[in-house]
């Protein structure tokens, strides 16, 4: 069966209109390229009545040529084209899959008689083709190898542009093609992100699978260099055409992203086995994402006082690599790292970049959020702490501030800032401020703290910041907000392990390898006033008992010191019961002299002069509610096994936050 | 005056009002406004309702916070007050009127549980 050609179709392409499945016949084939690795194939098409020669082959279809299925003569389908503009104005058509409708032998030889279309020879009548539709969304045929490539090819579909198709080695097909015509004018990569490309979310990812770039394409960022060269040293224009930051990958070298620094951090040091160094890291936003980059050592010192956050930069040449989860919020495949020859430069042009990319969160919502996210968050300061200093772990002094930060649901929660932030605060007139990067915690509940990474921003300038300003003013200063963070008391907040006496025989509580610790809420009915009191050594942290010599001496064993006199301390055994159970609890002196409401050493003197007003004080200890905090503990003495119960902590009734506990033990027991 | 005391009084808000007709009730709210008479003033629950009071005296001084009021529902559902309580806002934790109100509906969503009536006759 003789094929009909689509006459008018290379008239077409030649002027770079899509024509949708064009049905051409091969004329010739020329290989180009360097001999080395993969062969770029030029074909000379012809649709009868025209032929067109600046076809190339995307180098998946190679082996049409190289198994000797594409040859000369034989009628093609083009189901899958891209239409490259080069500087100059002409058009190349990068065939990305073709179907052999019939072979050389079946056409015999040349259709019509096609006169080669060039730059005045278009002048025959311009039949009308089909053209509305862009590059056709036929799937891939089955020749195309990878399942990389078909993923990649419906994402291209979709998205166009930036020509994929290999799944071979994207840096050395690119050679050939570079000294193929492509290489005389750089290709412009505008009409490519002009097409469909832009509609969809470029993000990489199944280009990443398969490095692809098709020469034209490589031809892009190639321009990009001497483009690129140029504000580097002139300063004036801006490169054409920066990279979006979705589709930085590591298989492409040279690319220009234009940018703005969100969150600079400070420079770190670090000393580990493997040595030393420093490092800082910003992140970067454009239009189409956002991306880490971090600098170490060198590059620290050329580029930490260069980087300011909020400007806008062109920044090229730089290594990119796989994010490392662990360090970075963002959700970029990639983040970057800076080396010697990277270049960072101030860009003027900065429509389009958009500010900070804040995702916040309402307080309110914190709650349902899990521990340890990172989140945005934005509100007013109504109150803050002064700075503190804390000595941590390690050893490290630090400063330290707590805010309270109210938002429009009228909740409140706490934001600890540590270190230079901490300082520099400035809480007078109740600014807004946003937060990038903190971590929820459910210290107290739920509260923020900026980490290393977080950026804090003081008023800034955004509308959501504008909107929280107004609603403050104008309402937010007279509610008496619920705060998440209930930091008044450290009895409150998640910490807490609420629990009944009853529990503590019924759960076994103390018998694991570790003691168990617990909160309740309970009724002081008995304390046992005999040996509620002990003569203690005097000297500072030591609580033995001591021996009274009965020469007016006493001596303490462990000092191994004898004193002329001592301390009063309590040890309390008081019985505990709340509506289930009884427990006897031991209190020591701190918590006892809570209990009693009288200092150990007032109560000594008390049960040698006035008895009865000895008695009172225990008579009026009894029968009051307190919170109680506690440790239980398997113990054994002589051959006994007792679970014992030590009072930590004696706390007043929060009867507010109790009702509120009761009630939603009540309900959830209800439902 | 004697009477209304030996019998149990559930505690109500707004919403129970008219479940509580011709019945001894103890409702607590915010005081809002006292009208000139004096002998009416009207009232707001936790959940924001509001509802009125009337005295057999008119006041004889400011009224304001929060009151107990214990009295009879009447068919309009106003609270005829027998007797009525201030507490004190100077002294101790402050009130939670709608933590109060919380309690209140869980006493009449779970009635088996708290049994007022039987308590108060035997």
């Known amino acids: 069966m003789s094929v009909r050609l689509t006459e008018g179709a290379v008239e077409a392409l030649f002027k770079g209109v899509e024509v949708n499945n064009p049905m051409l016949q091969l004329l010739s084939i020329r290989q180009i390229g360097a001999p080395s690795a993969s062969p770029r194939f030029r074909l000379m098409m012809s649709d009868g009545q025209h032929s067109l020669s600046s076809v190339i082959l995307a180098t998946q279809l190679n082996y049409l040529i190289e198994q000797n299925l594409l040859v000369p003569n034989c009628v093609c389908l083009l189901k899958k084209i891209i239409i490259n503009t080069l500087a100059d104005g002409r058009h190349v058509v990068i065939v990305m899959d073709l179907e052999i409708l019939q072979s050389a032998e079946e056409t015999g030889g040349k259709i019509g008689n096609p006169t080669p279309c060039s730059a005045d020879g278009k002048n025959s009548s311009p039949k009308?083709?089909?053209?509305?539709?862009?590059?056709?969304?036929?799937?891939?045929?089955?020749?195309?190898?990878?399942?990389?490539?078909?993923?990649?090819?419906?994402?291209?579909?979709?998205?166009?542009?930036?020509?994929?198709?290999?799944?071979?080695?994207?840096?050395?097909?690119?050679?050939?093609?570079?000294?193929?015509?492509?290489?005389?004018?750089?290709?412009?990569?505008?009409?490519?992100?002009?097409?469909?490309?832009?509609?969809?979310?470029?993000?990489?990812?199944?280009?990443?699978?398969?490095?692809?770039?098709?020469?034209?394409?490589?031809?892009?960022?190639?321009?990009?260099?001497?483009?690129?060269?140029?504000?580097?040293?002139?300063?004036?224009?801006?490169?054409?055409?920066a990279m979006s930051i979705a589709n930085l990958n590591p298989y492409q070298s040279k690319w220009t992203i234009r940018a703005r620094v969100t969150n600079k951090s400070n420079i770190r040091t670090w000393s580990n086995s493997r040595g030393e160094g420093k490092l800082f890291s910003f992140e970067i936003v454009d239009e189409s994402g956002e991306i880490k980059i971090t600098a170490f050592n060198n590059e620290v010192d050329k580029f930490f006082s260069l980087v300011e956050q909020g400007k806008v930069y062109y920044?090229?040449?730089?290594?990119?690599?796989?994010?490392?989860?662990?360090?970075?919020?963002?959700?970029?495949?990639?983040?970057?790292?800076?080396?010697?020859?990277?270049?960072?430069?101030?860009?003027?042009?900065?429509?389009?970049?958009?500010?900070?990319?804040?995702?916040?969160?309402?307080?309110?919502?914190?709650?349902?959020?899990?521990?340890?996210?990172?989140?945005?968050?934005?509100?007013?300061?109504?109150?803050?702490?002064?700075?503190?200093?804390?000595?941590?772990?390690?050893?490290?002094?630090?400063?330290?501030?707590?805010?309270?930060?109210?938002?429009?649901?009228?909740?409140?929660?706490?934001?600890?800032?540590?270190?230079?932030?901490a300082e520099k605060f400035d809480s007078s007139g109740q600014p807004v401020v946003a937060i990038k990067g903190a971590r929820l915690s459910d210290f107290g509940g739920r509260s923020l703290s900026a980490l290393f990474s977080s950026t804090v921003m003081v008023n800034p300038d955004i509308p959501e910041a504008f909107r929280l300003r107004a609603w403050y003013d104008k309402e937010g200063y007279a509610l008496d907000s619920q705060s998440l963070t209930e930091t008044r008391s450290s009895v409150s907040g998640s910490r807490m392990?609420?629990?009944?006496?009853?529990?503590?025989?019924?759960?076994?509580?103390?018998?694991?390898?570790?003691?168990?610790?617990?909160?309740?809420?309970?009724?002081?009915?008995?304390?046992?006033?005999?040996?509620?009191?002990?003569?203690?050594?005097?000297?500072?942290?030591?609580?033995?008992?001591?021996?009274?010599?009965?020469?007016?001496?006493?001596?303490?064993?462990?000092?191994?010191?004898?004193?002329?006199?001592?301390?009063?301390?309590?040890?309390l055994s008081a019985n505990l019961a709340d509506f289930g159970d009884n427990q006897w609890v031991t209190c020591f002196q701190e918590t006892a002299e809570v209990l009693l409401g009288h200092s150990a050493e007032a109560l000594g003197q008390l049960r040698d002069t006035d008895e009865d007003a000895f008695d009172e004080v225990f008579q009026k200890a009894t029968f009051r509610t307190h919170i109680f905090k506690n440790r239980a503990k398997l113990e054994t003495y002589n051959d006994e096994c007792r679970v014992k119960v030590t009072v930590l902590e004696v706390l007043p009734v929060n009867h507010r936050e109790y009702s509120r506990r009761l009630l939603s033990n009540i309900h959830k027991l209800a439902s | 005056m004697a009477g209304i005391l030996d019998v149990p009084k559930p505690r109500i808000n707004c919403s129970?009002?008219?479940?509580?007709?011709?019945?001894?009730?103890?409702?607590?709210?915010?005081?809002?406004?006292?009208?000139?008479?004096?002998?009416?003033?009207?009232?707001?629950?936790?959940?924001?309702?509001?509802?009125?009071?009337?005295?057999?005296?008119?006041?004889?001084?400011?009224?304001?916070?929060?009151?107990?009021?214990?009295?009879?529902?009447?068919?309009?559902?106003?609270?005829?007050?027998?007797?009525?309580?201030?507490?004190?806002?100077?002294?101790?934790?402050?009130?939670?009127?709608?933590?109060?109100?919380?309690a209140v509906k869980l006493i009449h969503d779970f009635p088996q549980h708290y049994p007022f009536e039987v308590a108060a006759s035997g």
């Open chain 1, 128 to 241: 009308k083709v089909s053209s509305s539709t862009s590059v056709s969304a036929s799937p891939p045929s089955a020749a195309v190898p990878g399942t990389s490539y078909s993923s990649s090819n419906t994402a291209f579909s979709a998205s166009g542009g930036r020509g994929r198709g290999f799944t071979g080695k994207a840096p050395v097909n690119a050679s050939p093609m570079k000294a193929s015509p492509m290489k005389a004018s750089p290709m412009k990569a505008s009409p490519m992100k002009a097409s469909p490309m832009k509609a969809s979310p470029m993000k990489a990812s199944p280009m990443k699978a398969s490095p692809m770039k098709t020469s034209p394409m490589k031809a892009s960022p190639m321009k990009a260099s001497p483009m690129k060269a140029s504000p580097m040293k002139a300063n004036s224009a801006s490169p054409a055409k």
């Open chain 2, 16 to 102: 129970m009002l008219s479940q509580h007709i011709n019945r001894a009730v103890c409702f607590v709210g915010r005081v809002e406004k006292v009208y000139p008479t004096g002998k009416t003033f009207s009232v707001s629950d936790g959940e924001g309702n509001n509802a009125t009071v009337e005295l057999n005296e008119p006041l004889e001084e400011e009224l304001s916070g929060i009151v107990e009021v214990i009295g009879m529902v009447s068919n309009k559902g106003a609270i005829m007050a027998t007797t009525y309580d201030v507490l004190r806002e100077d002294k101790g934790t402050p009130f939670d009127l709608e933590l109060y109100n919380e």
């Open chain 1, 497 to 571: 392990n609420w629990k009944m006496l009853s529990d503590v025989k019924s759960e076994s509580m103390g018998h694991g390898e570790k003691a168990d610790y617990f909160s309740c809420i309970a009724t002081v009915v008995y304390i046992r006033k005999e040996n509620c009191l002990y003569q203690a050594c005097p000297s500072a942290d030591c609580n033995k008992k001591v021996i009274d010599q009965q020469n007016g001496l006493y001596r303490c064993e462990k000092c191994n010191r004898d004193f002329p006199n001592f301390k009063y301390r309590l040890l």
């Open chain 1, 315 to 421: 920044i090229s040449k730089a290594t990119l690599k796989a994010a490392n989860k662990q360090y970075t919020t963002l959700k970029h495949e990639y983040e970057m790292t800076l080396h010697a020859n990277s270049s960072i430069v101030p860009c003027d042009d900065i429509q389009g970049v958009p500010t900070l990319n804040c995702d916040f969160v309402p307080i309110a919502e914190l709650e349902n959020r899990d521990k340890d996210a990172i989140i945005d968050l934005i509100g007013v300061c109504k109150s803050a702490e002064d700075v503190s200093r804390i000595t941590t772990k390690s050893s490290r002094e630090v400063s330290k501030r707590e805010l309270s930060l109210i938002d429009t649901t009228g909740k409140v929660v706490t934001v600890t800032l540590w270190g230079d932030e």
